[in-house]
């Protein structure tokens, strides 16, 4: 779906903690999220598009016509004020009778230029070189590109979130009516993201959605009022879901994961959730003997938790993240590697009572790590970055934002690893130019983030140029970071996107 992007306007697509949300379309086309990605693609992918030279230079040059002229970016205002007239006949949208959409023939332009505006061969290719936000106002046109647009070849990785209000009409009598979800089962999504909403909201969505009961793959809750009750129901019901995400859910309780989870779910996502502690875990340990990745944001985890996982989980699960939970030791860590022993993903990130024994326990026990995040662990040092340089030949992604005793000898220590590709040390703030000089020799480095970083000068950041590979440099809030730099940078290192 990717393609170069120019312009400097923003459509209302703005990326924040990962998520990007699509406004709410008034024909049913609900909103979605991205999750896939950098910080700095998802960014790209809501820049405007730049559209393919595969229409006719007659047709390039017409304004009056219902697609994007090649000569300048895509305008989203333009689109919508050639969009469906009122009472259009969209999948999902209540109609009015005695409405039409635009037909080829009533289309300006001659004949030709008309035909060509709705050939399926030629928007097949064209409408991949949008963004999700331009999507949803593009299938609003015509029907022709409504039927173009709503395969699900054009909607693969993308999520509906749909919050509790959006779920309803309200009737002329004041009662409420669930939405028709047809739309969305036209363009065959398999997973949702449903926001505050209660156990009868999920038994109506099942009710309503076509694909809910096989079709479904991934469900997320967030900030919502199911219970145990709802739970069960929920992965009762929709056999389909292998992936499941709970978020600021505080009405069920452990009771509810042991008589709701099942066996077929590989993907765990349980965050916020105030009921959750370690008797959930052993829940999670004993029926998900397929697991392959959890994800937990659960302040009363001990490290008695991680003693729960079974040998199945020990040769299954790849992806372990532990976020936030305070109560995490280094003998938890213990328990953790000697039960996990084949992870490739892990994140101790808040996990505060770490310290280097605890990484070092990791290094020389968990040797597949690919991606680690020690962020905001205060209590790593230099000596920790000594032991992953050491042990984790194939890391590839290292965290370590606010980990505030790391200095430049920890970074001569990470400048030995080859493999590296993505190294975060945002708000680290003792890390200083001559530590800069260290990761110049990493020709590996395709992504590096200094944002926040108090003591770094101009001088030492123009270095980083010697970084020829590097694809993307993050200097947020990084005062040496001066426009003269970033205008260096453009000059030096054209192919590296620098985040100011």
């Not at 697609?67 to 969209?90: E, F, N, Q, R």
């Not at 009572?353 to 209590?379: H, Q």
């Amino acid at each position: 779906m990717s393609s170069p992007r120019n312009g400097d306007t923003k459509p209302p697509c703005l990326p924040r903690n990962g998520l990007v949300k699509i406004p709410t379309q008034p024909n049913g086309l609900g909103s979605a999220s991205i999750t896939k990605g950098t910080p700095a693609v998802k960014n790209r992918l809501c820049q405007p598009s730049s559209v393919p030279a595969i229409l006719s230079p007659a047709l390039a040059h017409r304004s009056d016509l219902p697609i994007p002229s090649l000569a300048s970016p895509l305008s989203l205002a333009t689109l919508a004020s050639v969009s469906s007239p009122p009472g259009a006949s969209l999948v999902g949208l209540n109609t009015s009778e005695g409405s039409e959409q635009p037909s080829p023939e009533r289309l300006p332009g001659s004949p030709s230029e008309r035909q060509l505006a709705v050939d399926e061969k030629i928007l097949n290719r064209l409408f991949w070189y949008f963004s999700a936000c331009e999507k949803c106002v593009l299938a609003q046109v015509c029907k022709a590109w409504r039927r173009v647009l709503y395969q699900p070849k054009f909607w693969v990785g993308l999520t509906p979130v749909l919050h509790t209000k959006e779920l309803y009409n309200v009737l002329p009598g004041g009662e409420k009516e669930f939405v028709s979800l047809q739309g969305f089962a036209v363009r065959g999504f398999d997973g949702f993201c449903l926001v505050g909403v209660s156990d009868l909201d999920i038994c109506e969505f099942i009710d309503n959605y076509p694909l809910s009961k096989k079709g479904v793959k991934s469900m997320s809750l967030k900030r919502s009022t199911i219970t145990d009750a709802g739970l069960e129901v929920m992965l009762e019901q929709m056999q389909g879901v292998v992936r499941l995400e709970l978020s600021g859910c505080n009405d069920f309780t452990e009771a509810g994961l042991w008589s709701s989870l099942n066996a077929r779910i590989t993907a765990l996502s349980v965050s916020d959730c105030i009921n959750v502690a370690d008797d959930a875990i052993a829940a999670i340990s004993q029926l998900l003997p397929n697991l392959t990745e959890l994800n937990l944001q659960a302040y009363h985890v001990t490290d008695t938790a991680l003693a729960y996982f079974t040998a199945k989980q020990g040769y299954t699960t790849h992806t372990l993240r532990l976020n936030s939970c305070w109560e995490i030791t280094n003998h938890g860590v213990v328990n953790m590697v000697h039960s996990l022993p084949n992870l490739s993903v892990l994140s101790l990130s808040g996990c505060s009572k770490v310290t280097d024994d605890g990484v070092e326990l990791v290094a020389e026990n968990l040797r597949k790590l690919r991606s680690l995040d020690l962020s905001w662990c205060p209590r790593i040092t230099d000596m920790a970055l000594e032991y992953i340089a050491c042990d984790l030949h194939k890391l590839e992604e290292l965290v370590l934002d606010r980990c505030v005793r790391i200095t430049d000898t920890g970074l001569s220590y990470l400048s030995t690893m080859s493999s590296l590709r993505s190294l975060y040390l945002r708000w680290c703030c003792q890390v200083q130019d001559f530590g800069l000089k260290h990761l110049l020799s990493m020709g590996s480095l395709r992504l590096l983030s200094l944002a926040g970083c108090p003591l770094l000068t101009t001088t030492g950041l123009s270095g980083l140029v010697q970084l020829q590979d590097l694809e993307e440099l993050e200097l947020t809030n990084c005062p040496g970071a001066t426009p003269e730099l970033f205008k260096y940078f453009s000059q030096h290192l054209p192919c590296c996107m620098v985040i100011e």
